[in-house]
Every structure is written in C-alpha cells, then in structure tokens.
C-alpha cells in the first residue's frame, strides 16, 4: 500500500529563516510526487510536480527536490504569507493521489 | 481557465439526511476526482471519473455513497442516510491527463447535526 509520512507536522519560523520539509513515500511503481499548498478553508493549490529522482523544481522561495525515497521542500527566506499547510502526496499504479497528513508552517513577521 | 468549481460551499444538514454535492472541472479536463479531508489529516481518495466512466472506488465509498458523471461534465456526489462520521470537506479535483497535475476546487464542507 502506497504511504506518504510528512515531517515535521508543524513548522513556526521567523521571516527569512530558512528551513526544510521532509516526505517520506513509500509506491510501488512511482507516477509522480506533488507538492501543494492548502490555505484555510480552501482546497489545496498546485506548487510542483517531480517525476524521477534527482528532479528539482523551483518557484519563488520555494524548491522541491526528489529522491528514491524522499522528496524536500525548502522554503529560503520565507515571509508570513507563505504560512500555509503544505501537502505531499504520491501517484503510484493507480490515479489517485495519496496524500501525507500535511505540515502547518507558520512564518513570523 | 476558471478553475474547480464546487456547490454548495457550506451544507449543514440532520443526521439521516440525504445529501448532494456538485463539482464542476476545468472545462477541458476529461479526468474529475473526489476526495474527503478531515480536520487535521490529508485528502482520502474516493472515486474517480474518465469522461462519463467511474474506474475506481476506494474502500471508503460505502455503499451509502454515490457518483456520477452522467455527460463526462460535471459530477455529483450523493451520500445517503448520512451520518455524524460523514462530516467531513469533500473536495474535487480535474486534470487533463493520468500523471498531470490534478487541480481542486475549494470544496463542500459538511456538517451533520
């Protein structure tokens, strides 16, 4: 059974220190890693896609790595908007996404 | 591109209610998802749709609930008899292809009484 574990669960920084978010995944057969942002009260918004270990991508502050194993997302600098939860989430043999619990990064001006 | 549509954004409703939720994709998406999020937790996969075909249904889609897709459109999902556990947001999601981005509307919060 595919499974995504996400760490930490909950991230308080100060603005412009950086950090990183771990996923952990487990998928027989790996489609492609998704990284999206859930704002309260919302649905989750699109951040990246990464298809094969040693993909990077990057938007803004943020860039999302890819291994065997794992993905990271690093958030350089970040600012009070960028507090959200953050959603890791793995497509395997099948199209449904199976998603981690989330991490609930707060950021302080 | 006007995104995921979703209605009603709020339902409140008794326990042992029937319920309908609407969903309409990203109009050139032939692929429509739903899913369910409780408080503290990710997105659960429940059902999903190729044009009007329903391929999968996860486990968690007890046979109270049920999904159509009747002209490869919008979605409906109903829950029957619902009950105090169904409380939940449900979202639903559009994508164009199997391993491209699937993209979510900002759900149905439900709350049963």
């Known amino acids: 059974e595919d499974q995504v574990t996400q760490s930490p669960e909950a991230l308080r920084l100060q603005e412009g220190e950086s950090s990183s978010l771990n996923c952990s995944y487990t998928?027989?057969?790996?489609?492609?890693l998704f990284w999206y942002r859930q704002d309260p009260g919302k649905g989750p918004e699109f951040l990246f896609t990464?298809?094969?270990a040693g993909e990077e991508k990057e938007k803004e502050r943020l860039k999302a790595t890819l291994t065997k194993k794992e993905s990271f997302l690093h958030i350089t600098a970040p600012k009070p908007e960028d507090s959200a939860t953050y959603l890791c989430?793995?497509?395997?043999?099948?199209?449904?996404?199976?998603f981690g619990k989330g991490m609930k990064l707060t950021v302080n001006p | 591109d006007t995104g995921v549509s979703q209605d009603p954004r709020h339902k409140i409703t008794k326990r042992g209610q029937n319920v309908t939720f609407r969903c309409d994709p990203i109009s050139e998406h032939n692929r429509l998802y739903w899913y369910r999020q409780t408080l503290g937790q990710g997105p659960e996969f429940l059902t999903y749709f190729q044009n009007e075909a329903q391929l999968e249904k996860s486990r968690l889609l007890s046979d109270r609930f049920s999904a159509e897709r009747p002209k490869g459109s919008f979605s409906t999902l109903e829950i029957q008899r619902t009950e105090q556990g169904d409380s939940a947001m449900y979202l639903c999601a559009s994508s164009q292809q199997p391993n491209q981005p699937q993209h979510f509307g900002d759900g149905t919060r439900l709350s049963i009484l």
């Open positions: 990464l298809y094969s």
């Open positions: 989430a793995v497509q395997g043999g099948s199209e449904k996404l199976v």
């Open positions: 998928v027989s057969g790996l489609r492609g």
